[in-house]
């Protein structure tokens, strides 16, 4: 998805250093989410795959955008 165009990775800063925690994933993902609804753009993100759960990771949903 990501050769395509239709996904991204992106990295959480604090204090200006990258951080890898998993619990601060999640509500980066929310604000994804929530922009993405009210754009009407549907997303998924890999956090909540069921398998190889992917925090830093967005893409569009391949139902709309194959």
């Known amino acids: 998805r990501h050769i ?8 959480v800063l604090v ?3 990258e951080r890898w ?7 980066v993902a929310d604000a994804f989410k929530r ?3 009210e754009l ?7 956090g909540d795959w069921p398998r190889f759960r992917d925090g830093p990771h967005i893409e569009l949903s391949r139902a709309t955008y194959p």
């Open 35 to 37: 922009a993405a609804k």
């Open 21 to 27: 925690d998993w619990q601060l994933y999640p509500p």
């Open 40 to 46: 009407d753009i549907p997303i998924v993100w890999g």
């Open 15 to 17: 204090a200006g250093k």
């Open 4 to 11: 395509t165009g239709h996904a991204i990775d992106f990295a």
